[in-house]
C-alpha cells in the first residue's frame, strides 16, 4: 500500500507570519494536529500539537507570537508513492506523528501515525468480523 492511498487530501496551512492562535484555532477547526508551513508555495515548516506545547510552556502570548518562532523548521517529508511502511518507519526513526506529502513541490497531502494504523488494524477488524 502507498502513502497516496491512505492520506489526505484536504490540507489546511500556516503561514510564518500569522500569530500561534490563529493557526491553532485552524487545527482545532478542521480536527487536525498539524499544520504544514507554507511561505507562498514553499514548504518551510511543520506546526505540532508538541510546538504549540512548547510555546504554552514558554508563556508566548499567542495572539502575537509568530507561527515561524515556534514551527519545526527541519522537515520530513513523503512522497505519494511512498510504501507506507516506509513512511511508518519515517515517523519512528524522526520522533514525528505527521508527514506532509510532496509532489512536485507542492503538499498535495497529509499522512498521521493515525492513518497508519489502518495498515496494522484494517486486517485483525476484517477477520473478526467473518
Known amino acids: 500500500m502507498r502513502v497516496c ?3 489526505r487530501t484536504e490540507v489546511w ?8 492562535a ?3 484555532k485552524r487545527m482545532r477547526n478542521n480536527g487536525v494536529g498539524s ?3 507554507t ?4 514548504l518551510v515548516g511543520m506546526l505540532t500539537e508538541r510546538d504549540l506545547m512548547w510555546a504554552m510552556a514558554d508563556g508566548a502570548p499567542p495572539n502575537v507570537t509568530k507561527v515561524g518562532t515556534y514551527m519545526s523548521g ?3 517529508v513523503a512522497t505519494p508513492e511512498l510504501d507506507v511502511r516506509a513512511a511508518a518507519r519515517l515517523m519512528v526513526r524522526h520522533d514525528i506523528r505527521h508527514l506532509p506529502v510532496v509532489a512536485h513541490g507542492m503538499v498535495v497531502g497529509m499522512i498521521s501515525a493515525r492513518d ?3 495498515v496494522e488494524a484494517w486486517p ?3 477477520a473478526t468480523n467473518v
Request: glycine share 4%; no cysteine.
Open 13 to 20: 496551512q500556516a503561514f510564518p507570519e500569522e500569530s500561534l
Open 124 to 126: 485483525a477488524a476484517q
Open 22 to 24: 490563529d493557526a491553532s
Open 5 to 7: 492511498d491512505l492520506m
Open 35 to 37: 499544520l504544514p508551513v
Open 74 to 76: 527541519s522537515l520530513v
Open 116 to 118: 497508519l494504523l489502518v
Open 39 to 42: 511561505d507562498g508555495d514553499k
